[in-house]
């Protein structure tokens, strides 16, 4: 008899997928041209300091891999089987619950796993330049793979008591946050305004250790002085444990949330509630209705939801409340110029985020349910469902994205600190977000109509609009450091901002034009092609696997 039955056949079905070996390819590929360019900028500088300065790169970038591993693979592993209504049918065999739970973390995580084991070789390099101590790298392995573990357990416990995709992602995020950031800022805010004590106590260690963000830190700090932290390893076995909590807790809900039960009353009441204060009561609902169909009939059907609004208003007074914060306790910080580029930026991002996210989902729920192919029915051509559709984004993110603009030019005329390269600087982040977002829709509508499922999309926009500048223009400033002929690299930091400006300005316009023309040239085509989603992705697998089992007993069998 075959110990998780599961994970032993999604294990033999990853190793036969390309994408395996891809994720690990790229990734190494990935790894080796971020050496290379920290390597080419760091030419003339002591090899200690060049050693440091990759190892701490490389790794700080695979630990954010890792923690968003969660979100992007395990995240809608187990709720993707209960849209399709697949889920049940697993147990009606003898499975039982961490049968299900472990063989959908093995397969979701195969290729994440992969990945960060294909950098691994390359945290060596810097061991052997003598620049960092051998415990130290040793300790830093340990953290990134449980981080992955920590991360991946999360999302898959979220994908147990969750439905939809999007919620199942965003729960996700929110759940690994909390461990890695909100416990410890929770456990500091107690320390030092509640119980006056300061942050060196011992009493925040029970806030601290359990954060893989701590062992990271740490590990940091003894990649030169090799030094271990007294509470390193306490913090491995306490994150490892929360993360066996978090399978066990799914290998629990998983054999009782399949099954559709009855709503009680409550639920009923509290649903039409919400429903209320979403969509505005009957008259409320009316007279939107008509003012909305007025102006085009698929503005109605993607912006009648008014919560969806509030949200995006609510993150800019979230932002806005961090920082009065930030403000009453040190004035000085919380107004100068630095603080106010962090902040500029970090809300531009998360805008930019929300839009890629949000202009792809509506596209992927109304195509799975085969709402869009009734829409081609009617009257509506192409043209105006996709301007129906930037018409409903502009409702939902026009208003906070003037109010983020405003802000950064209150930041900048308020503040007697900045110069030229700051007007400039502010100018080109403006800039950017109006195009980006501009660019992020139009291609968040190309991908929600042609990608599998939800977080593939809004993975493929996110990606190419608002990574590929920056990777454009790293490999640009490396140029200028390995070729003689060009001109220095201090030229070339010196116009550093002009060349993102070009890049990015490049970049959007780029797929604008492209996603405008294959949604013009290509909507109908793939709205009226099933979703791939249909089919459960455990039986999928499962005839990959017979496949490749009987075809060479029966090549066998015809060769006699």
């Known amino acids: 008899m075959t110990i998780l039955p599961v994970v032993a056949r999604e294990l033999r079905v990853a190793a036969r997928r390309r994408a395996t070996y891809w994720a690990r390819f790229s990734a190494a590929l990935a790894a080796i041209l971020v050496a290379a360019w920290i390597w080419l900028v760091s030419q003339g500088a002591p090899p200690a300091t060049v050693a440091q300065t990759l190892f701490v790169s490389i790794s700080g970038l695979v630990f954010g891999f890792c923690l968003l591993a969660g979100t992007r693979h395990t995240a809608d592993c187990i709720s993707a089987e209960k849209r399709e209504g697949t889920l049940g049918l697993l147990f009606l065999t003898d499975l039982k619950g961490f049968d299900v739970v472990l063989g959908k973390l093995v397969a979701s995580s195969i290729s994440s796993f992969y990945a960060v084991l294909a950098v691994f070789p390359l945290l060596g390099i810097p061991l052997l330049m003598g620049g960092v101590q051998p415990m130290a790298f040793a300790q830093m392995t340990a953290v990134l793979a449980n981080t992955l573990f920590l991360s991946l357990a999360a999302g898959v416990l979220v994908s147990s008591v969750s439905r939809d995709s999007r919620r199942a992602v965003a729960g996700a995020f929110l759940l690994i946050l909390l461990v890695v950031a909100g416990w410890p800022f929770l456990g500091a805010a107690f320390l030092e305004y509640a119980l006056k004590l300061p942050l060196s106590s011992a009493t925040f260690s029970i806030f601290y250790v359990p954060s893989p963000g701590f062992a990271f830190s740490t590990t940091w700090a003894s990649a030169v002085t090799a030094k271990l932290h007294p509470h390193f390893w306490l913090s491995i076995l306490t994150t490892h444990m929360l993360a066996w909590l978090f399978l066990a807790l799914a290998s629990w809900i998983v054999p009782r949330c399949w099954q559709d039960r009855p709503s009680a009353t409550a639920n009923v009441r509290w649903r039409d509630r919400l429903r209320a204060w979403k969509f505005g009561t009957a008259t409320e609902r009316a007279a939107l209705r008509r003012r909305l169909l007025e102006i085009n009939p698929f503005l109605w059907l993607a912006g009648r939801d008014r919560f969806k609004s509030f949200l995006v208003w609510l993150l800019l007074l979230g932002f806005a409340g961090a920082w009065g914060v930030w403000y009453l306790n040190n004035r000085t910080t919380a107004a100068s110029i630095e603080t106010g580029v962090v902040f500029a930026f970090l809300l531009h991002c998360a805008l930019k985020f929300w839009i890629g996210s949000e202009a792809s989902r509506h596209l992927v729920e109304l195509r799975r349910s085969g709402a869009l192919e009734h829409l081609l029915s009617t009257p509506l051509s192409v043209p105006e469902i996709l301007r129906g559709h930037l018409l409903a984004l502009a409702r939902q993110f026009g208003g906070p994205i003037v109010a983020a603009l405003v802000a950064d030019l209150l930041v900048l005329g308020l503040n007697r600190e900045f110069n030229q390269e700051t007007i400039l600087l502010f100018a080109a982040g403006m800039s950017a977000l109006v195009l980006d977002a501009y660019a992020l829709a139009w291609l968040g509508m190309w991908h929600g109509l042609s990608a599998k499922n939800f977080n593939r999309a809004s993975g493929a926009a996110l990606t190419r609009v608002l990574a590929l500048p920056w990777v454009i223009f790293f490999v640009v400033l490396a140029t200028f450091s390995a070729i003689p002929r060009l001109p220095n690299m201090g030229w070339a930091i010196n116009h550093g ?64």
């Open 497 to 560: 901002l002009g060349f993102w400006c070009v890049i990015t300005i490049g970049v959007d316009l780029f797929y604008i034009l492209r996603s405008r023309t294959k949604l013009l040239t290509q909507f109908r085509n793939l709205a009226t092609q099933p979703t791939t989603e249909v089919e459960s992705r455990f039986f999928r697998s499962a005839r990959l696997e017979r496949r490749n089992v009987l075809v060479p007993v029966q090549d066998r069998e015809a060769r006699g």
